[in-house]
């Protein structure tokens, strides 16, 4: 499975961005779509998780701010974000995994990953 993440980009606080991340290859093995991120100097932290059946949790963080979704036809899983504020600076990456329950370094795929600059 191959994940191509982009989507990413400067914004100003309070600004929308959103995050796209097609996948090929494998993909009938996948159940769960994820969004982590990493931000200088901290650790990578989940942001938003989808199953096959359109089950979602989200980081709090990022709740009422964030929405995941998924295209089964394209194949594809988007992050919309909005209200975006500057502590949400970081690398996005998009990761998959055949089990649901899977998180973090567990994830079978991963993408690489795509820049979000919030400005203050």
């Known amino acids: 499975v191959q994940l191509q993440a982009s989507g990413g980009g400067l914004v100003q606080a309070g600004g929308s961005l959103r995050l796209s991340c097609a996948a090929s290859?494998?993909?009938?093995?996948?159940?769960?779509m994820a969004w982590y991120r990493q931000a200088p100097g901290k650790q990578r932290e989940l942001v938003a998780s989808?199953?096959?059946?359109?089950?979602?949790i989200y980081a709090d963080s990022v709740k009422g701010r964030f929405t995941i979704s998924r295209d089964k036809v394209k194949n594809t899983v988007y992050l919309q974000m909005n209200s975006l504020k500057p502590e949400d600076t970081a690398v996005y990456y998009c990761?998959?995994?055949?089990?649901?329950?899977?998180?973090?370094?567990?994830?079978?795929?991963w993408g690489q990953g795509t820049q979000v600059t919030v400005s203050s």
């Open positions: 989808i199953t096959s059946g359109g089950s979602a």
């Open positions: 290859g494998s993909i009938f093995s996948i159940n769960l």
């Open positions: 990761a998959a995994d055949p089990l649901p329950w899977r998180v973090g370094d567990r994830l079978n795929y």
